[in-house]
């Protein structure tokens, strides 16, 4: 069914007009994607920026059925818009988790491997992609194709990370994990500043889980404070005799809304860093263990629908970028001083030290070396801000997270090195805003 509609992901910005068709039959899909193109595929929209908005959008929503589940093995096979938390819901009771989960659990499956989600056990176990078998990927003639590491091997990496731009992923099999509760077993670690968090990232590398919670707008001694989380999946002995009974159930909590969006007022760089002393502060101790369940710690925000309205009606832009390992000190520390001098702040910026990322997915954000993520409201100034930012990110050797991107301009990508490769390998019928904005369609194969 066809709607005309302004449409935006997560961010609220860009807000564009599109036609949105929504398809669940294959052969209604097939017989779409050969009349329309060029066509943008979207997902959920909890992509932040512009990559899945376009003229002629595709919502794949109703591609939502879980076609097999093999508890034993823990392989699972379900359709692309399947979205996280519905699997979750499935896999949980049955000892099950997702090999790779991404800050909030509403993503469909096409939108974790468009993107190539990365999660807080990067370090360890890679992004999405390392846990995908195969996928059946629909071209814009309506040709089905099964990719995978042995069939079909260029579409299956050009389609990790690849944005939406290669095809349809009509269904995905991938391989889950075990578990024994549903619980995680956490320690909080405070952070004096970067050169403590570093340290302490790097001599946690054991812990499955890590991330940390970062005030962008401390300086000095301080630049740099955190609070550092990591988690391991809790076993039955670490649950008490209550938990225990049921111990892959967890009971369910009311969640908080935000019904409307906050003045423009509401959010400026003084509460900004109230909030973020006292987030900092909520902690007196330097370290303190406690057994949460799994949604607070993957999903902390999820607790609160549309907490993106406070940023106001404008919206915001996050900003992700990642640094070798080698130029990550001398980068955060020049980085966040200037963001500290612009005055504009972000609450919680997430900072995490990446393992190897994959060498053939070659838009996949991922490389090892540390990752942060800030939101930006949108205000005229930000964008300056955002292109000072691009350029110290490049001059120490790092990229941008493009499912992150509303803004960048094409030069800031130079350090995908197998960019041209990419564009040129594309096969013709897909776009979107991001593609046309950074010309990632221009040489493809149309
Ligand atoms: C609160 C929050 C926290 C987040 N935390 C993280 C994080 O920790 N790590 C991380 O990596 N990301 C994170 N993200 C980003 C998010 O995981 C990705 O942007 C993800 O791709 C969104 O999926 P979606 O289903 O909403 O797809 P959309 O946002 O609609 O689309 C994203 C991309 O996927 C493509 N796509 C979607 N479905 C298909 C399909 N079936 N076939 C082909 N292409 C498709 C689109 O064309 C587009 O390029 C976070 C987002 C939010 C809002």
């Known amino acids: 069914m066809t709607q005309q509609q302004v449409i935006a992901n997560w961010g609220n910005y860009p807000q564009l007009s599109a036609e949105v068709d929504e398809l669940g039959l294959l052969p209604d ?18 992509s932040y920026g512009d990559a899945s908005l376009g003229k002629q959008v595709f919502s794949t929503l109703k591609l939502n059925k879980f076609l097999d589940l093999n508890t034993e093995s823990g392989i699972l096979t379900c359709q692309g818009g399947v979205l996280l938390s519905e699997i979750l819901d499935v896999i949980l009771p049955q000892g099950l988790f997702l090999p790779v989960t991404p800050g909030t659990k509403f993503i469909t499956v096409g939108g974790a491997i468009a993107s190539d989600v990365h999660g807080k056990n990067h370090h360890k176990e890679g992004s999405f992609s390392r846990h995908v078998l195969s996928f059946d990927l629909m071209l814009a003639d309506g040709t089905i194709l099964t990719c995978s590491r042995q069939e079909n091997q260029e579409l299956f990496w050009l389609t990790m990370g690849g944005m939406g731009l290669t095809g349809l992923i009509l269904s995905a099999t991938f391989l889950l994990k075990k578990i024994e509760t549903a619980y995680i077993r956490q320690t909080c670690i405070k952070a004096r500043n970067l050169a403590e968090i ?98 607070p710690f993957f999903y902390p925000l999820d607790s609160i629908y549309n907490w993106n309205r406070i940023y106001g009606k404008p919206g915001f832009v996050q900003y992700q970028f990642v640094l ?25 910026a997430v900072l995490k030290l990446f393992g190897k990322g994959e060498p053939e997915a070659w838009l996949s954000f991922p490389m090892e070396g540390y990752t942060l993520a800030l939101d930006f409201k949108v205000q005229p100034k930000v964008f300056e801000l955002l292109e000072q930012l691009d350029r110290l990110v490049l001059k120490y050797g790092g990229r941008l997270y493009l499912t992150k991107d509303a ?18 390998s594309l096969p013709p019928g897909f776009t979107s805003h991001l593609a046309e904005r950074l010309e990632l369609t221009i040489n493809n194969k149309q």
């Open 407 to 424: 803004r960048m301009k094409k030069e800031a990508l130079q350090n995908y090195p197998h960019l041209e490769q990419f564009k040129q």
């Open 324 to 348: 070798p390992k080698e130029t990550s000190k001398d980068g955060l520390s020049e980085i966040l001083t200037t963001i500290s001098q612009s005055g504009q702040g972000s609450f919680l």
């Open 198 to 295: 570093m340290d302490l990232f790097e001599s946690s590398t054991d812990w499955t889980y890590s991330v940390a919670w970062i005030d962008c707008l401390a300086t000095g001694e301080k630049q740099g404070r955190s609070l550092l989380l990591l988690g391991e999946h809790a076993t039955l002995e670490d649950v008490s005799p209550n938990q225990k009974a049921n111990p892959l159930e967890i009971p369910q909590k009311r969640k908080l809304n935000i019904p409307f969006y906050f003045p423009r007022f509401a959010l400026n760089g003084l509460t900004v860093k109230a909030f973020n002393t006292l987030y900092y502060n909520k902690q007196w101790a330097k370290e303190s263990q406690s057994l949460i369940s799994y949604d």
């Open 29 to 46: 899909v097939q017989n779409y994607l050969q009349q329309q193109s060029p066509l943008t595929l979207r997902g959920n929209g909890r």
